[in-house]
Nanobody, 123 residues
Framework: QVQLVESGGGLVQAGGSLRLSCAAS????????VGWFRQPPGKEREFVAA????????YYADFVKGRFTISRDNAKNAVYLQMDSLQPEDPGVYHC????????????????WGRGSQVTVSS
């Protein structure tokens, strides 16, 4: 069992940056793949970024490549999402998720979720 808690969201102007953190508690966090997903207002949840279990390969949605960076620190049981050049289309509730998954982009495969952190971008 893994518990996840996100932090770091807030209001930022377009072009600005935010860093989201996801703190994990529970056993053996390092064996799980971790992902960030977002749910824009009135839309379905969508994949943002993920890290494989090994922590070697990051995966990104096309719309965040070059702007967002995912990282993980297994020693601290934490995952981060550095978001730069935020755009008006980036707002939403950002969730971190963990699980023994292979299809990192499919949110339905992740059993463990945080409650989310709100990101708002003003133009």
């Amino acid at each position: 069992q893994v518990q996840l808690v996100e932090s770091g969201g807030g209001l930022v102007q377009a072009g600005g940056s935010l860093r989201l953190s996801c703190a994990a508690s529970g056993r053996a966090f390092s064996i799980y793949a971790v992902g960030w997903f977002r749910q824009p207002p009135g839309k379905e949840r969508e994949f943002v970024a993920a890290y494989s279990r090994s922590g070697v390969n990051p995966y990104y949605a096309d719309f965040v490549k070059g702007r967002f960076t995912i990282s993980r620190d297994n020693a601290k049981n934490a995952v981060y999402l550095q978001m730069d050049s935020l755009q008006p289309e980036d707002p939403g509730v950002y969730h971190c998720a963990a699980g023994l998954v292979r299809d990192y982009r499919d949110w339905t495969k992740y059993p463990y979720w945080g409650r989310g952190s709100q990101v708002t971008v003003s133009s």
